[in-house]
């Protein structure tokens, strides 16, 4: 069985760009939370999304959206892209909205803005 | 504003010995506590959970252990593998449907 995939896996930017990020969930689930982890630290909640609605968000400034397509795949966008924006980004799904249980995290896509 | 705190950013033990991660939080509302293991250039994988109303839960090698009074958690790892050398995050479950992590240990079990 797949699991949560994402892509791309590494990229690089310049400050001022625009970048989106991808995620597919493992089949079934329709829950999707990001999260960005700088090295040295644990991931930060972004956003989280089911059914294709936003149902938390983060402490991160209006850079950054998502959204959830019908089939439950998720992107996420960061716009004018600052030097401080270089993490691994995080895709995580679930079955449930509250996170009582465990979240499947994909690999990760790592961005780095020079 | 740091809610979940680890305070101990690595930790070596020597193989078969006991492992012993900590991790304190401020916030008594949370309903839930997780442990996720992360090798590098890997996701986060889940280990173990606690809810807020247990103060132990076992499986395994793994104990989680919640003491709500001293806003405390730890994870037992017995015995040690060299292959449970990771970083290790414990989180909690916070309104909104998200996960507030600490800042991980990274586990080195030597053999």
């Known amino acids: 069985d797949a699991g949560v995939t994402q892509s791309p896996t590494h990229l690089i930017k310049t400050r001022g760009q625009q970048v989106t990020l991808r995620c597919s969930p493992i089949s079934g689930h329709k829950s999707v939370s990001w999260y960005q982890q700088v090295l040295g630290q644990g991931p930060q909640f972004i956003f989280q999304?089911?059914?294709?609605?936003?149902?938390g968000r983060g402490n991160f400034p209006d850079r950054f959206s998502a959204r959830q397509f019908p089939n439950y795949s998720s992107e996420l966008n960061v716009n004018a892209l600052l030097l401080g924006d270089s993490a691994l980004y995080l895709c995580?799904?679930?079955?449930?909205?509250?996170?009582?249980?465990?979240?499947?995290f994909g690999e990760g896509s790592r961005l780095t803005v020079l | 504003d740091q809610q979940v705190k680890q305070n101990s950013p690595s930790l070596s033990v020597q193989e078969g010995r006991i492992s012993i991660l900590n991790c304190d939080y401020t916030?008594?509302?949370?309903?839930?506590f997780l442990w996720y293991k992360k090798y590098p250039a890997e996701g986060p994988t889940f280990l173990i959970s606690i809810s807020s109303i247990k103060d132990k839960n076992e499986d395994g090698r793994f104990t989680v252990f919640l003491n709500k009074s001293a806003k405390h958690l730890s994870l037992h790892i017995v015995p040690s593998q060299p292959g449970d050398s990771a970083v290790y995050f414990c989180?909690?479950?916070?309104?909104?449907?998200?996960?507030?992590f600490g800042q991980g240990t990274e586990l080195s079990v030597k053999p």
């Open positions: 999304y089911y059914e294709k609605e936003e149902r």
């Open positions: 916030n008594s509302m949370f309903d839930y």
């Open positions: 995580a799904s679930s079955l449930l909205t509250v996170n009582t249980g465990e979240l499947f």
């Open positions: 989180a909690a479950s916070g309104q909104g449907g998200k996960l507030i």
